[in-house]
């Protein structure tokens, strides 16, 4: 029980953010406050809170366990991410936060509802964020509760207890303030449980020297970019789409150009979350590489690719620091929980019910809205968290596939929605609409071009439906494209 100490200290500290921040709502402005922290966001905050959402506990756990049966073309392949808040925020930061404004929008549906004036491309939007960001959330609650019981010892459903519920009542409390400062706590714990475990595995195996060496005699295909078959060229190009460039169309990632408080803030955001991402993506992979060096065989003889960086903590960190070890992977889990959580609440609350309301002329109280928007974090995590209680294999595949149908259906509404001018209704409502359905149906069926991910049909379907409705449809009014443009 001792070794869990340092985890229910951080547990503790994350309840204590969460009604700290409740204090600091505005009684006037409720939605701003809980769903976009009132546009305060600094610098700092705003790069934590987008790295965090960012690294989810397959970043931690199923992506260096990949590391560790292919070697360095997995490194190779996963270094695109470095990129991803960089590019989100130079893309869509200072563009979305000043229509954000203009509008008053405080979710990415707003904004596509007021660039297309679609309530069909609204709805579907508000549906698509809920149902995939239920399969990614229900990844990290299986993701964190696995690392727990395999390097702890306790069960798995002990695991999910204990920090599942945890993220969900301080998300439901604290609302989107809560989450990017506890976004930024659990940042700053997995760079730190990076070293922690870096250390050790260095220390149990020798020192990286002789971990190399004893790999490129045992297996010299780990060193190559291809590692002798098992990292193709298709993987690189479909992995860098699905991890890389496309994720700059993941709302979670997007709304945060809604909270920031100015463009100062915003990038020296970008600076420091490239740093911190560079740095964690890199070392964590590293890490599965060098595991090597405590662990023995392939992946499979160790329990799966899942199972890799469990087993070597359990090699290699003493007993009585294991609790600060596993903080820093749990922290990636509970910081994607809690930043889809309340994005997925804001899709019910704000996109449809409140909307909805406004729309037939009907007022909606503060403390209607606050009472619907605690309740509805607190339902959607609940469900999200029974459905863990049996746990799918292969959190990462999951993932991926939540991935890949976010990015299908907002990649290209959103980045040509506010860049270019000819975008309208019709070809937006092609796109996410037709573009995700193929996606979902390519994945059902197993279908893959060139033996590609599926995500290269559901983007390139995105974009031909999109030119297509755009040419046929009917143009954009001018007030709108003055507005926008």
Not at 119 to 140: D, K, N, P, R, S
Not at 146 to 175: D, N, Q, R
Not at 384 to 399: D, K, Q, Y
Not at 422 to 428: E, H, I, T, V
């Amino acid at each position: 029980m001792i070794k869990l100490v340092p985890l229910l200290i951080y547990m503790a500290v994350m309840f204590a953010i969460s009604f700290y921040v409740r204090k600091l709502q505005r009684e006037g402005s409720f939605l701003e406050s809980y769903f976009v922290g009132s546009r305060q966001l600094g610098g700092f905050v705003l790069a934590m809170t987008t790295v965090a959402t960012y690294s989810s506990v397959s970043s931690f756990v199923g992506g260096p366990g990949m590391a560790f049966e292919v070697g360095f073309g997995w490194l190779y392949m996963a270094v695109v991410q470095v990129t991803a808040v960089f590019l989100v925020l130079g893309i869509f930061g200072k563009r979305v936060a000043t229509l954000a404004r203009k509008f008053n929008a405080v979710t990415v549906v707003d904004i596509l509802r007021a660039r297309y004036k679609s309530e069909l491309l609204a709805g579907f939007a508000a549906l698509a964020i809920v149902l995939f960001f239920c399969g990614t959330m229900t990844a990290q609650f299986v993701g964190g509760a696995k690392l727990f019981a395999a390097v702890t010892g306790y069960s798995y459903e002990s695991g999910l207890l204990l920090f599942g519920l945890v993220v969900v009542i301080y998300t439901s409390i604290g609302g989107f303030r809560a989450v990017a400062l506890t976004d930024t706590c659990c940042a700053i714990m997995m760079m730190i449980g990076i070293v922690i475990l870096l250390h050790y595995v260095l220390a149990a195996g020798g020192g990286v020297e002789s971990i190399l060496n004893k790999l490129s005699i045992e297996k010299p295909e780990m060193f190559e970019p291809f590692s002798g078959g098992k990292m193709p060229w298709t993987l690189y190009l479909t992995q860098w789409l699905l991890v890389g460039v496309c994720t700059i169309g993941l709302p979670q990632s997007v709304v945060r150009g809604i909270s920031y408080k100015d463009t100062a803030g915003m990038k020296q955001a970008m600076i420091i979350g490239t740093i911190v991402i560079g740095f964690m993506n890199s070392g964590i992979n590293f890490v599965g590489i060098l595991s090597h060096g405590v662990l023995t065989g392939d992946a499979a003889a160790n329990g799966g690719v899942d199972n890799v960086i469990p087993s070597a903590i359990v090699a290699a960190v003493p007993e009585s620091l294991i609790g600060f070890a596993i903080i820093g992977p749990l922290a990636a889990s509970i910081s994607t929980i809690s930043g889809l959580l309340i994005v997925a609440s804001s899709a019910i609350v704000k996109d449809v019910y409140v909307h909805l309301k406004l729309k037939r002329g009907e007022e909606v109280a503060t403390d209607s809205m606050r009472r619907l928007s605690i309740l509805t974090t607190a339902i959607m995590g609940v469900a999200v968290f029974v459905i863990a209680l049996t746990p799918p294999s292969l959190i990462w595949l999951i993932n991926m596939f939540a991935f890949g149908g976010l990015e299908t259906a907002f990649f290209w509404t959103l980045i040509l929605g506010l860049y270019w001018k000819r975008a309208n209704k019709l070809g937006a409502e092609l796109s996410m609409i037709g573009g995700t359905l193929i996606y979902c149906a390519t994945q059902a069926i197993g279908f893959k071009f060139f033996n590609l991910h599926q995500i290269t049909i559901g983007i390139s379907a995105s974009l031909i439906l999109f030119l297509i409705g755009s040419y046929l449809g009917e143009r954009t009014n001018d007030q709108t494209l003055k507005e926008f443009f």
